[in-house]
């Protein structure tokens, strides 16, 4: 993710899996796929979280607080503050390669799912109003959650991004 799908070599993606290209072509099939693969590995364990997170106790704006929180640490953590390799490297691939685009799209619509999700527990709760929709809302909370991604991405620290989320509940 550091590089990017374009900026990578094959050589250098088989030196970090330890394969040679030979065995990384045979479980992947080509450059692509190994990112598709990595894309999607990557998408499900964050999605797992926010599931988790937003499925967990507390009040609508607590759990996005929490949510929040983790992705700032997952986005700024060190050496290198990589952001979201949905926003920050599938989003730039998207316009040329229709399958990496296909992928990154069903994983955002997944993840404003679970956020949709959440919101519908809020108000059936009693704890937000039906308006503005939960699908409003959801896409308002993954709208500030590419927010973060592009702030670590550019490298904003930890603390402004922190100050920059505004709860959407």
Known sequence: MEKGFAAASL?????AAELNRPSLYAAFGDKEQLYIHALRFYGEKSLAGLEA???GKGSI???LG???KAAIELYTAPPNAQGCMIVGTAAVEAPTR???AAVAAQLLDDFEQS???AF???V???ELARQPSPGARARMAGAALDTLAIRARIGTNQQSAANSTTLIA
């Open 53 to 55: 997170i937003l499925g």
């Open 120 to 122: 519908t527990r809020a």
């Open 124 to 126: 059936a709760d009693g």
């Open 98 to 100: 229709p399958r990496i």
């Open 11 to 15: 050589d250098e993606l088989a030196e």
């Open 115 to 117: 956020f949709e999700r």
């Open 66 to 68: 929490r949510v929040y």
């Open 61 to 63: 704006e607590q759990r």
